[in-house]
């Protein structure tokens, strides 16, 4: 079963609309720019995002959501630890990103 990763993410102030779409853009090419490191293959199965835009008004903040798809743990833990692609794109956004939060579930495990 596949793991799921939702990345959400709070603007500072002071980033630009042009610093944010750049941001957005670079995160939804995560999925075709990051390579198993044996088959040099794309391996994140799939990616979306969008803004939020929920009429709750429960998003404390959070004003852009990507969902991730990974097939296995391992593929998971390649992202999150030593793709060097991922990791640049994490190191290039503190200056445009406030706050962020992150969840991960397998579907249909509670």
């Excluded at 293959?41 to 969008?50: E, L, N, R």
């Excluded at 429960?58 to 798809?69: P, Y």
């Excluded at 990974?70 to 060097?84: C, S, T, V």
């Amino acid at each position: 079963m596949g793991i799921v990763h939702i990345v959400m993410f709070e603007f500072k102030e002071e980033a630009t609309t042009a610093e944010i779409s750049d941001t957005c853009n670079r995160m939804l090419a995560l999925k075709d720019q990051c390579l198993h490191p044996t088959s040099k293959t794309p391996y994140v199965k799939s990616g979306i995002g969008g803004k939020e835009n929920s009429p709750e008004g429960k998003a404390g903040g959070m004003t852009h959501i990507f969902v991730v798809e990974f097939a296995n743990e391992e593929d998971r833990a390649y992202y999150l630890e030593k793709d060097p692609v991922h990791l640049a794109f994490v190191k290039s956004i503190g200056g445009v990103v406030k706050n962020a939060q992150v969840v991960d579930f397998t579907p249909g495990v509670f």
